[in-house]
């Protein structure tokens, strides 16, 4: 059974730091396309990052230069390393994963909490 677990999800001041990591199992982090999607009350899902299978990384325009999205193959774990965290960086943060060469995202975790406050 495919399975993505989030954790690492807090609350935090602005101007500090959180880093989440995605665990996977019954997926290999390293075989398709993950990414990092959050979702705020009353809004709609948004993607934060994505990374590939060649390690080739986007990322939303909000979070560029203060996130930083990676995979540690040895551990089959992705992680989200947030610095400079804002008080707009509040949702709920949720891994997912896919095969590259498809459109859409169908594995998903069931998300993490993060509420940064000023």
């Known amino acids: 059974q495919v399975r993505l677990m989030e954790s690492g999800g807090a609350s935090a001041q602005a101007g500090g730091s959180l880093t989440l990591s995605c665990a996977a199992s019954?997926?290999?982090?390293?075989?398709?396309?993950m990414g990092w999607f959050r979702q705020a009350p009353g809004k709609e899902r948004e993607v934060v990052a994505r990374?590939?299978?060649?390690?080739?990384?986007i990322y939303a325009d909000s979070v560029q230069g203060r996130f930083t999205i990676s995979k540690d193959n040895a551990k089959n774990t992705l992680s989200l390393q947030m610095n400079s965290l804002e008080p707009e960086d509040t949702a709920k943060y949720y891994c997912?994963?896919?095969?590259?060469?498809?459109?859409?995202?169908?594995?998903w975790g069931q998300g993490t909490q993060v509420t940064v406050s000023s």
């Open positions: 990374i590939d299978n060649l390690d080739t990384t």
């Open positions: 019954g997926y290999i982090v390293n075989s398709g396309c």
């Open positions: 997912a994963a896919k095969l590259c060469w498809k459109g859409w995202y169908d594995i």
